[in-house]
C-alpha cells in the first residue's frame, strides 16, 4: 500500500493536523486520514464536531484499513482521488476551511469564497 505521514500547520498556525494520506485501491483511490483529535469549540461551544459540518467520514467497521481496533475520520471527498499530489491539495483546503469554521462559524461552502479571496485556499 502506498502512503504519506505529513503534519500540516494552517496559513495562521491556529491549526496542525496530522495526516496520512493511503491508496487504498483503483476503486476507492487515495484519502487523507486524520491522525490527531481536533477541538472544534476551542473558540466557540456552538461549533458543531458533527460530520455534516465538518466534512469528516468514518470508516465501516469492516473497513479498518489503519488500525482494526479504531475507525480514524477522513476527509470528506465527492470523487475519487487518483493522485497523490491532489490529496495533498485537497487535504490542505480541507484545514485552512477548518481553521477557518473554527474560528467563525459558518459552513465550508459559505467560507470557501471567502478564503479563496484571501488568497489562503
Not at 490527531?36 to 479498518?64: G, M, Q
Not at 481496533?69 to 471527498?77: A, D, H, K, L, M
Not at 476551511?97 to 479571496?117: S, V
Request: charged share 25%; net charge positive.
Amino acid at each position: 500500500m502506498k502512503y504519506e505521514h505529513v503534519f500540516y500547520t494552517t496559513k495562521y498556525d491556529n491549526l496542525r493536523i496530522e495526516f496520512l494520506f493511503l491508496h487504498i485501491s483503483q476503486e476507492v483511490g487515495w484519502r487523507a486520514y486524520i491522525l490527531n483529535d481536533i477541538n472544534y469549540k476551542r473558540c466557540s461551544v456552538l461549533r458543531s464536531a458533527d460530520w455534516r459540518f465538518t466534512h469528516r467520514l468514518f470508516e465501516a467497521d469492516d473497513r479498518r484499513y489503519i488500525d482494526k481496533t479504531r475507525s480514524y475520520p477522513f476527509v470528506c471527498w465527492t470523487s475519487v482521488v487518483r493522485d497523490l499530489e491532489i490529496i495533498r491539495n485537497v487535504a490542505a483546503v480541507w484545514a485552512e476551511l477548518t481553521a477557518y469554521y473554527i474560528r467563525n462559524g459558518g459552513t465550508f461552502a459559505e467560507n470557501q469564497p471567502k478564503l479563496a479571496k484571501q488568497g489562503i485556499i
